[in-house]
C-alpha cells in the first residue's frame, strides 16, 4: 500500500531512495473516476523502476484544466484511491497546472506519460534528461478514459431516472 505525501516529505523520500540506489519513476495526471486503463497505466509505469511517485492534480488545477464540471471525484478520494493500488508507492498532490515543480522538486530517474503525448512536449522532459533521467511514453488501453465513462454514466441515467 502506497502512501499521500507533502511535497516536502515527497523530497525528503526521494533523497532517502536515491542514496539507497533505487530507480524512482515519476508519472501524473487528474486521475478522475479510475479506470482500467490507469491501473494497467500505472502498473506499466511502476514496472520501469522500483518505486513509483504519482503527482496527482489537485481539485483547482483539474478545474482549469478540464472545466468547472470537473473532478468529479474530490483530490482526497482520488488520493486514497491512487495511494491504495499495488503499484503505487507514494502519491504527490499538486496545485499548478503542470508537474513540472514536483519534477524539479523529485528529479526522477524516469518520467511517464501517456503515449497521447508527444515525448517534446512532455512537461519536464528537459529537466528530467539533463539530469540524467529518461523520459518514456505509455501506449494507453484502448476505449478506456474517464470521458468514456463518464459518456456512459449520461448515457444510461435516464434507465435510472423512470
Known sequence: MGEVLSLEKAVSRRESLRNAGKKVVFTNGT???LHRGHVEYLIKARGMG??????????DSVRSLKGN????MNQEDRAFLLANLVCVDYVVTFIEETPLN???SLL???LVKGA????DNIVGKDVVEQY???VV?????????SSSVIETILKRATYFQK
Open 31 to 33: 486521475f478522475d473516476i
Open 50 to 59: 522500483d518505486v513509483l511517485f504519482v503527482g496527482l492534480n489537485s481539485d
Open 69 to 72: 464540471g470537473r473532478p468529479i
Open 102 to 104: 514536483l519534477i524539479q
Open 108 to 110: 526522477p530517474d524516469v
Open 116 to 119: 497521447d503525448w508527444s515525448v
Open 132 to 134: 540524467g533521467g529518461e
Open 137 to 145: 511514453t505509455i501506449e494507453l488501453t484502448p476505449g478506456r478514459s
